[in-house]
């Protein structure tokens, strides 16, 4: 064949190169490469010696890998690549897995916020919060721009421009804290911060940190950037029980959260960081210095310029006051307990209108700490209060202590104390109620009602008097034997039916305010007779309302009180107490150019000092004593109580035209007591004077009680003639015995057991004859 012929020579293909070929895409192979009948005719290779076979490892890892720098580089781009990815697929099995722990994303909405009380002046102005927050909440336009710009600067500079998350803030503090050692910033922005907030516990977890952001993620797709801000701002705590910005602004600068200027914006931003550590209230030069650090923060961001700057440093460093001081926190605490009675449970921001006048509120108080800070030190007096309301009842002023930081007792609405001869008005208007007038006549001396023997504070006796005279002076003979004339039951009776509500002891001692009230009941009974005869009902709340006034939840109805006393004897007993204020024991309460009547009260040991007066305008309860009981050193009721009664007056009444009190200072004759005589006037008493000792009579009326004939007085009370008796009336039973622990009154009380006088038996004249009661006697006076 002609294939035979040829050479027998192969050509075969090689992969190495030849010197004797130029051409690099030549490729052949050597014959002992061939593989032939299942063996290879490749010979084989000598072994390269053993000193070249690590070079060529070397040589070919480096050939796989590459060498130098850049090797280096794209081994770090990979393995950082490798970690990502793992490092996203453990975050994103956290995140599922921490997801799936929470509620449903449908469910989730933001909590309501704790409901707030705004308690308010008669002018509209805020007494008080009450709630959990501490202040109402207020749409971000309300407040004053520098809070939110501040804020914004201090705690998210990047607010208006992350989802939800801050990376580059994130980063930032970690750099931060790195390079400082410690933890210095916070990578949370003002979202996270609103969602832990809203949602979750302060727990520092991996947890919650996830779940934190996962709500804020959720935070910002449903709501916008100034609703978010608006939420932060009315939630978050700034110390001092204070949550949110209009609670802050009240609790440190006694404002609103509206009126805030600009060093006092910075102050409240720099408190998120720290609101215990950095409370003014606690440490004002670390709350001041932070407050810098916030200004020149907002200066860097253009929020403000260097001259405002200037002139917000400049500023006295803020002064918070004391926590919650301030009388107007005794009204709040007494609305705060009436409130679930008139409108059950608290479920939403509500606004509560009070009868408080804010200017007499804080005279009252001055008054009693001006009183307190001279003489109380010296006089063992450490506490006061005052109830101050008008003719319906509406409290104008009330101070439950001497100061609300340190004790927040109520001595004026919760404490119950025995009112000493301050209950006395109580006696003398239930007698003339029995028909007994202003002119009857008993005898100041001696006496014993079954084992007990009452006596004046000054162990005198005045003879014989009119109840005119001996309430004056508080005289406490005749209020005993006043009560036992009425009857304990029915004095009881009149203090129920004037406004008195505590229990009261039907004993003859309630003669001498041994049942114990409050100051405010007290206080409130008393404005019957300023008022005429009207029950006068304490009260405080005006009108209850929702947050916008939309709605009406409760108002009171205090407009039409029943009476509870006649004009006449309203108008005497007006008169009667004017001569305690003109020629009385409480002389110090006098009101220049003013009609005013009042009544004194002490107890055992001078243990309480009460004056309680009124005039036309305002009827004023106060009380001076100590807490534990401890006793003051002389102390009376014409003394610090009465003192202070007059300073609040004076003060209360300044600017106002003189009125004259119901009855203008005259005696009436009761229609009721002498049927036939209308409401005429008996006898006036100019301011200062005495009142007379005898009522004004007729010729009949003498005939008839010289003669035996008609009804008068002495029919009704033997001890009460036309003329003086000089001996006092004993119950024939004796009468109930009063408690061993009697109230005694410091300025009308009484002490040890006296003997009693010779009781029914006339006093012998001078000359040891009968005194002869014939009708020319009478004429002539003798």
């Known amino acids: 064949m002609a294939g035979r012929g040829k050479s027998r020579d192969r050509i075969e293909p090689s992969f190495s190169g030849r010197d004797d070929r130029d051409d690099d895409d030549d490729f052949s192979?050597?014959?002992?490469?061939?593989?032939?009948?299942?063996?290879?005719?490749?010979?084989?290779?000598?072994?390269?010696?053993?000193?070249?076979?690590?070079?060529r490892r070397k040589r070919d890892r480096r050939d796989r890998e590459g060498g130098g720098l850049f090797g280096f580089i794209r081994r770090i781009v990979y393995w950082c690549i490798v970690f990502g990815i793992w490092a996203g697929i453990g975050v994103a099995g956290l995140v599922i897995y921490y997801g799936s722990r929470m509620p449903s994303a449908s469910t989730w909405a933001i909590p309501e916020r704790p409901p707030n009380v705004k308690i308010t002046a008669v002018d509209g102005s805020v007494i008080a919060n009450r709630g959990t927050t501490g202040g109402e909440a207020l749409a971000l336009e309300d407040m004053s721009p520098y809070i939110p710009e501040a804020i914004v600067a201090i705690e998210d500079r990047r607010f208006y421009s992350h989802f939800?998350?801050?990376?580059?803030?994130?980063?930032?503090?970690?750099?931060?804290?790195?390079?400082?050692?410690?933890?210095?910033?916070?990578?949370?922005?003002?979202t996270q911060q609103l969602a832990k907030n809203l949602f979750l516990s302060p727990d520092r977890t991996l947890e919650r940190k996830v779940q934190e952001v996962l709500l804020a993620l959720w935070l910002e797709q449903k709501y916008t950037k100034d609703q978010i801000l608006a939420m932060y701002l009315n939630r978050v705590f700034f110390g001092s029980n204070a949550y949110g910005v209009e609670a802050a602004s009240r609790r440190y600068f006694n404002k609103s959260a509206r009126d805030v200027n600009l060093g006092e914006a910075a102050l409240l931003a720099g408190l998120v960081k720290a609101p215990s550590r950095l409370s003014p209230a606690r440490d004002p030069e670390a709350a001041n210095a932070r407050a810098q650090v916030v200004l020149q923060t907002m200066r860097e961001q253009g929020y403000i310029t260097d001259d405002e700057v200037k002139t917000a440093m400049s500023q006295t460093p803020a002064k918070a006051k004391r926590y919650w001081s301030g009388?107007?926190?005794?009204?709040?605490?007494?609305?705060?307990d009436?409130?679930?009675?008139?409108?059950?449970?608290?479920?939403?921001?509500?606004?509560?209108?009070?009868?408080?006048?804010?200017?007499?509120?804080?005279?009252?108080?001055?008054?009693?700490?001006?009183v307190l800070g001279?003489?109380?030190?010296?006089?063992?007096?450490?506490?006061?209060?005052?109830?101050s309301l008008d003719g319906t009842g509406a409290i104008r002023a009330l101070v439950g202590g001497r100061d609300y930081a340190d004790s927040q007792f109520n001595r004026a609405v919760t404490a119950k104390r025995q009112p000493g001869s301050s209950f006395k008005p109580f006696v003398y208007a239930a007698a003339l109620e029995k028909g007994l007038t202003p002119f009857s006549v008993f005898n100041d001396a001696p006496i014993r009602i079954g084992d007990w023997t009452p006596e004046n504070y000054e162990k005198k006796y005045n003879g014989e008097v009119t109840l005119a005279t001996a309430l004056a002076k508080s005289l406490n003979t005749v209020a005993a034997q006043l009560v036992m004339y009425d009857g304990p039951d029915q004095v009881i009776k009149l203090a129920h039916r004037l406004g008195i509500e505590s229990e009261l002891q039907p004993n003859a001692s309630i003669a001498l305010g041994t049942s114990e009230v409050s100051l405010m009941e007290l206080t409130g009974a008393y404005a019957a007779f300023m008022n005429g005869g009207y029950k006068a009902t304490p009260h405080v709340i005006r009108r209850v309302t929702t947050a916008d006034g939309s709605k009406v939840l409760y108002e009171n109805t205090y407009d039409n009180p029943p009476r509870v006393l006649s004009e006449a004897i309203a108008a005497n007993m007006n008169t009667m107490m004017m001569g305690v204020i003109n020629q009385g024991t409480g002389k110090s309460a006098k009101l220049s150019g003013w009609q005013a009547a009042g009544k004194t009260g002490t107890t055992q040991n001078s243990r309480d000092a009460l004056f309680v007066g009124f005039t036309s305008n305002l009827t004023t309860g106060v009380w001076f004593g100590n807490d534990d009981g401890k006793p003051m050193r002389k102390v009376t009721g014409g003394g610090l109580p009465a003192k202070a009664w007059q300073e609040f007056m004076v003060a209360a009444h300044k600017g106002l035209s003189p009125a004259p009190l119901f009855g203008n200072g005259q005696f009436m004759a009761d229609p009721a007591a002498n049927p036939g005589v209308g409401d005429q006037p008996m006898a006036s008493v100019e301011p200062g004077a005495a009142p007379p000792l005898e009522e004004p009579t007729t010729i009949g009326s003498?005939?008839?009680?010289?003669?035996?004939?008609?009804?008068?007085?002495?029919?009704?009370?033997?001890?009460?003639?036309?003329?003086?008796?000089?001996?006092?009336?004993?119950?024939?039973?004796?009468g109930p015995v009063p408690p061993a622990d009697i109230a005694q009154d410091g300025d009308d009380g009484y002490g040890d057991a006296l003997p009693p006088g010779d009781i029914g038996e006339p006093e012998p004249s001078p000359a040891g004859k009968p005194r002869r009661t014939t009708l020319l006697d009478l004429i002539m006076g003798q």
């Not at 009948?37 to 072994?47: H, I």
């Not at 009436?338 to 804010?358: S, W, Y």
């Not at 001279?374 to 109830?387: E, F, I, R, T, Y």
Request: aromatic share 2%; net charge neutral; charged share 25%.
């Open 338 to 370: 009436q409130l679930p009675a008139l409108i059950g449970d608290v479920k939403e921001d509500i606004v509560v209108d009070t009868t408080i006048d804010k200017t007499l509120e804080k005279r009252a108080e001055q008054s009693l700490n001006d």
């Open 327 to 336: 009388a107007g926190h005794y009204v709040a605490d007494m609305v705060m």
């Open 29 to 55: 192979l050597d014959a002992d490469d061939r593989v032939v009948r299942g063996r290879s005719t490749r010979r084989a290779a000598p072994k390269p010696s053993r000193a070249r076979q690590p070079e």
């Open 374 to 387: 001279k003489d109380g030190a010296k006089l063992d007096a450490s506490q006061a209060a005052l109830v």
């Open 164 to 190: 939800g998350v801050d990376p580059l803030g994130l980063a930032r503090a970690f750099v931060t804290n790195l390079t400082t050692g410690h933890m210095v910033q916070g990578g949370s922005t003002l």
């Open 702 to 734: 003498i005939l008839s009680g010289v003669f035996g004939g008609g009804a008068d007085v002495r029919e009704r009370n033997p001890q009460a003639t036309d003329r003086p008796r000089r001996q006092p009336m004993a119950p024939a039973n004796g």
